[in-house]
């Protein structure tokens, strides 16, 4: 179809194999019109969001009431729509809960990234109640550095074990991980979410993009530190600026997981990602170059994880 879309595909998105998706602006034209209607979102770094109804077989820009999110690209990093739809396709086929999510053509063929949005009943559009890992801490968000420096991974964890139990807190360890794998670098404490109802469990996964292929080294890959003190003992011994599989598995163990499920989650989690991410990441929309670092750095960082012996 023009879209680019099969019929199943614009049901799957959509719930409808006849909507219209053709836009009739260009990527500038959007934008310019994107602030007026992103009331209600705040604008995370430099990416733009923005909210989409379905009227009358039609997407539309809305002021709430979305059932979708939409995401172009910033101007300053080129194709962060198509690595965010490549890594969330990534993620559906190793099995992690993903929203219904696509990419969208717009009239000058630049592509935006298009996501439903899980806190949201797709039917009528009531609410689903969902809180961050910030709110469920009970931490402040008074200043936009809280988000990184006023919990760890293991606290955010063991609240997971205390509320949901271990096999939500070690799923959330494995999206840690995954995170860490394909160079995740903004997972902070905004982007580990929970639904209430009917049971505490995390919400589908969401806003995960190999940012480091933008943000180049960061300090710390991984946003959050590690622990309430002190540094994984790999990291901290090699002092090469790489995380090892012994560090996320001394993570788990310190966050209360038994560590012989860790090893046996942790080794099926890398292996089926390297079994899958040749094919989608070639079968992707990001440029030959991006497809090849967006590989470079996933082999590289595998080979890191696959170091599972604590020093």
């Known amino acids: 179809s023009q879209s680019g879309y099969h019929r199943n595909c614009l049901e799957r998105l959509f719930g409808d194999g006849k909507i219209d998706l053709n836009f009739r602006e260009s990527r500038q034209e959007l934008i310019q019109a994107m602030p007026r209607q992103t009331h209600g979102f705040s604008i995370s770094g430099v990416q733009i969001k923005c909210q989409l109804a379905v009227e009358n077989s039609k997407l539309k ?17 080129p194709n962060v729509s198509e690595n965010e739809h490549a890594t969330l396709t990534l993620m559906s086929r190793v099995g992690f809960d993903v929203p219904p999510c696509g990419l969208l053509k717009l009239e000058d063929d630049h592509l935006v990234f ?3 949005r899980y806190d949201r009943n797709f039917g009528d559009g009531s609410k689903i109640h969902q809180e961050d890992a910030m709110q469920a801490l009970g931490v402040s968000n008074s200043e936009p550095a809280q988000k990184y420096n006023s919990a ?3 606290e955010v964890l063991e609240l ?10 070690m799923e959330l360890l494995m999206r840690l991980i995954f995170s860490y794998l ?15 109802e009917p049971v505490f469990k995390l919400t589908p996964c969401y806003d995960v993009l190999a940012s480091a292929l933008y943000s180049g080294k960061a300090e ?15 990291c901290e011994s090699m002092g090469n600026g790489f995380y090892a599989g012994s560090d996320f598995l001394e993570l788990g163990i310190k966050a209360g997981l038994p560590e012989s499920a860790i090893r046996k989650r942790m080794t099926n989690l890398l292996r ?16 030959p170059l991006q497809q090849r670092e967006y590989r470079d750095l996933l082999e590289q960082r595998l080979r890191f994880l696959n170091l599972l012996d604590i020093p």
């Not at 809305?62 to 990093?77: A, C, F, L, T, W």
């Not at 997971?160 to 271990?166: E, K, M, P, V, W």
């Not at 394909?182 to 209430?196: M, P, T, V």
């Open 61 to 77: 820009l809305v002021d709430s009431g979305g059932q979708y999110i939409m995401k172009p690209s910033p101007e300053e990093y």
């Open 114 to 116: 298009i996501i439903r």
């Open 152 to 154: 760890s991974y293991q």
């Open 160 to 169: 997971a074990s205390r509320h949901a139990g271990l096999a939500v807190a």
């Open 182 to 196: 394909i160079g995740n670098d903004d997972h902070h404490l905004k982007n580990i979410s929970f639904l209430y």
């Open 220 to 234: 710390n890959p991984m946003a959050l530190r590690f622990f309430k003190a002190g540094q994984p003992t790999y």
């Open 272 to 287: 089926n990602t390297q079994k899958q991410a040749a094919n989608v990441i070639e079968s992707s929309f990001m440029t």
